[in-house]
């Protein structure tokens, strides 16, 4: 079985140029939601936003920087920073986005998908094509439905 | 006297962990505790681990070396230094080369040390301490423009002193018994360059190697396998033949980040067993200080320290002056860099082993004595110069 038989299609995605405003409010209307793609033009996938990404804005910068060096211990405190009202605007997804990410291809087996999510320690991986068009997401329990459907449970 | 390398182990790792507990009730930082526990433990003092079991350090030595400077390799990538900016990277090179400059004009001219030795403890001296730096800027909630460039500088402050540092041990390595005449020191440059050169293609080589077999990782434990085995790998190749572990790993460290889309895994899987290992380093460190030799450097350690205060002051003055930073950074960052701690004394541990003998005893005692004082001193500093930028407010 592959990724592209057990993946949604209906992805949630944003551009570059999203507002921090607007980003939240996708983050707020949907349920359980650990990231979102951020593609361009051409549908290409060229970031990724997760919750964590929007916690950095409320911690003191460089806590990415930090992370290995070695013997610097990062007091991972949010609440610390007071932002700005206008940081809704100003900040736009592509300064908080993470440009390295993990994907997965459409032709994949589910069992990679499965293995890829268990490594990474994410729950949720995009779906890309050849040429790195984001197609599709798939989580643990993408795979899971599709394979209670493949018995005849569901 | 425990003759067991085993029970020496344990000991020091229970000891290390109720002495890290006990003292930060002082206030003193945990490196600076666990060298102080190697003081103790060592034949100068109650003698308790046997004199074997340290005269092994150098085999973790290597391997934690080759960590850090791993983990520091990553920061070398085009995306830091995007992310730090041309400002911070700018003075973050001056003022880690101006101090090496420094200290060793002032070893080897005014205090007459040879000139293998001014260039390691030249090298010693560019180092900071990022731990140090980022508590007190968490402790005091300083923030503003100073500590955002602070902050940036020590990032990727400290692979630069390590690059610095392999390039001056190949270099010293050469001198050491150097030929006195012209035709001498040119066979000396050859191979010293020679030892910079294979390192580089060594940590390139290993990185390609990792890079093209990493598909075979499956779990997580496959993956800190994986990583830790092509580390050793890499150090342990640099060690036979003869190259520097240091620059090997680094570049192993960056050459992976910029070509590895995941790297992030790979160098986060270190940190699960990274701080055993550091513990065991820094007791090594204090227990391989021979303790008459402490009393006999005090004068070039003083010397160490004001030379390196006054470089790395220059030094961040110099790089704000070029970058067009504000007055505060020009004025103060210096000071700020100040603190010193691991990277310093691993360079050192190096240095004792490559030079050896009563040479290689004193640039560890001067290293220690001076980071000691550093590390105690460095978090007021650091406090001090925060406080006149005006990133610290001053509580009524």
Known sequence: MKVKDAMKKDVIKVRRSTSLRALLGIFKDFHSLPLIPV???????????????????????????????????IDKAVFDLEPLPAMGELIITEDIMDTNFVVIGEDDSLADAYKSLQLHKVEKLPVVDKEGRLLGIIGIFDIIWRMFKEKGIV | MI????????????????????????????????????????PNLFNLISENFFESSGFFTNIVLGMIAFSLGEGFSLR??????????????????????????????????????ALVMGAIASATDP?????????????????????????????????????????????????????????????????????????????????????????????????????????????????????????????????????????????????????????????????????????????????????????????????GASTAIKKYMGLALLPQAGVALGCALVAKHTIGGVWGDLVLSVAIAATVIFELAGPWVTKLSLVRAGDIGIEE
């Open chain 1, 39 to 73: 593609v361009n033009g051409d549908e290409r996938l060229i970031g990724i936003v997760y919750s964590e990404n929007l916690l950095d804005l409320l911690r003191p910068r460089q806590t990415k920087l930090f992370r290995n060096v070695p013997f610097v211990e």
């Open chain 2, 3 to 42: 003759e067991s390398p085993v029970l020496s182990l344990g000991i020091i790792f229970i000891l290390g962990f109720f002495f890290s507990r006990l003292i930060k009730k002082l206030k003193i930082p945990t490196i600076t505790a666990y060298i102080i526990l190697g003081i103790f433990l060592s």
């Open chain 2, 80 to 117: 830091t230094f995007k992310e730090v900016g041309r400002a911070v990277t700018g003075i973050s090179i001056t003022a880690s080369v101006i101090p090496w400059i420094f200290v060793t004009l002032a070893f080897w001219f005014i205090f007459k040390q040879p000139f293998y030795i």
């Open chain 2, 131 to 323: 731990a140090t730096t980022v508590a007190v800027t968490q402790e005091y909630k300083s923030k503003g423009e100073f500590t955002d460039t602070l902050l940036g500088i020590v990032a990727i402050d400290d692979a630069w002193a390590l690059i610095i540092f392999g390039l001056s041990l190949s270099l010293a390595g050469s001198f050491i018994n150097g030929g006195a005449n012209l035709a001498g020191v040119y066979k000396d440059l050859l191979k010293a360059f020679l030892e910079i050169g294979g390192s580089i293609l060594l940590g390139t080589i290993i990185a390609l190697l990792f890079n093209k077999f990493c598909h075979f990782i499956h779990t997580t434990k496959d993956r800190l396998i994986y990583t830790f085995g092509f580390l050793l790998l890499c150090a342990g190749s640099a060690v036979i033949f003869n190259l520097s572990v240091i620059l090997a790993c680094m570049i192993f460290g960056a050459v992976l980040a910029n070509i590895n889309r995941t790297s992030f895994d790979y160098f986060d899987s270190l940190r699960e067993i990274d701080a055993p290992l550091y513990l065991i380093f820094f007791v090594l460190a204090g227990a391989s200080l021979k303790l008459d030799m402490f009393m006999k450097v005090l004068a070039l350690t003083a010397a160490f320290i004001l030379m390196r205060s006054i470089g790395k002051t220059s030094g961040a003055f110099v790089g704000a002056r070029m970058v």
